[in-house]
């Protein structure tokens, strides 16, 4: 299988079970959506989200009275974006893949991208995403990445776990600080359409049981992927560490980053 095509696949995992996805995702920090809105983006914006997913941030930005025209691949996804949205009447879902949804006439005030502006293909997303912007307007994306901290000894020990039934697994892999992990404007230097980029970061922790955690792993595309045999044993084995060894419970840390950028051309 080619890179391309291993990419294209893993990102529609996230459409096989949008229902867990929607149950065991955490949400966004709410720090997050107060510092988009010091960004200048005031009530009554209007937004083009990129890969809504369930709909998580989605709430949260209609929440801000925002305007917003959300793009998610996965069909199911939408459905279920479209259900935990039906209150608004300022949002709309539409189903398909940003690379090849074709722009409205209007731009927008922002485009923003929560956790999955990774997930589209490079040689667009940039580009596309100053294109349907006004003069002025912000890219805004967010990533999510586990760092060190929370029940640590019961990350060392995992490490085994994924060892043993994911070949792929580097050896002896070990969480890092969020200080570690460098801030990246490099695509959008590279485009000429933005300005610098402005970062913002939030570190947190989230709680949870034996079988939350496991829920929450089989959202993960890499987990999904694995063989039917492979996915079971790496969950038992990880199950049965949170159980045996902490009691059925266990915390995660966080860090998640808020990038924004004006459009200039």
Known sequence: MTESADYLTLRETFNQDAERYDRAR?????????????????????????????GQATVALAERG??????????????????????????????GAFEEWALPREPFDVVFSATA????????????????????????????????????????????????????????????????IPED??????????GPATFHRYEWEQAYSTGEYLD??????????????????LLDCIGRLIDEDHGGRMVKRYLTELRTAHRTD
């Open 26 to 54: 955490p949400r966004y920090p709410s720090a997050l959506f107060d510092d988009l809105a010091a960004a200048g983006v005031g009530p009554g914006a209007r937004v083009l989200e990129i890969g809504c997913g369930t």
């Open 66 to 95: 925002y305007r917003v025209l959300a793009v998610e691949l996965g069909a199911d996804m939408a459905a279920v974006a479209r259900r935990n949205l039906a209150r608004f009447e300022s949002v709309a879902v539409v189903t």
């Open 216 to 233: 929450l792993l089989l959202t993960y595309s890499g987990h999904r992927a694995l063989p039917a045999a492979q996915q079971t044993g």
């Open 185 to 194: 404007d490099a695509e959008l230097v590279a485009s000429r359409r933005f």
């Open 117 to 180: 502006f990774h997930w589209v293909d490079p040689a667009v997303r940039v580009r596309k995403s100053a294109d349907a912007l006004r003069p002025g307007g912000i890219l805004a994306t967010v990533s999510t990445h586990h760092i060190a901290g929370g029940t640590e000894p019961f990350f060392a020990a995992a490490q085994g776990c994924y060892e043993r039934f994911d070949p792929a697994t580097p050896p002896n892999l070990r969480l890092e600080g969020a200080d570690t």
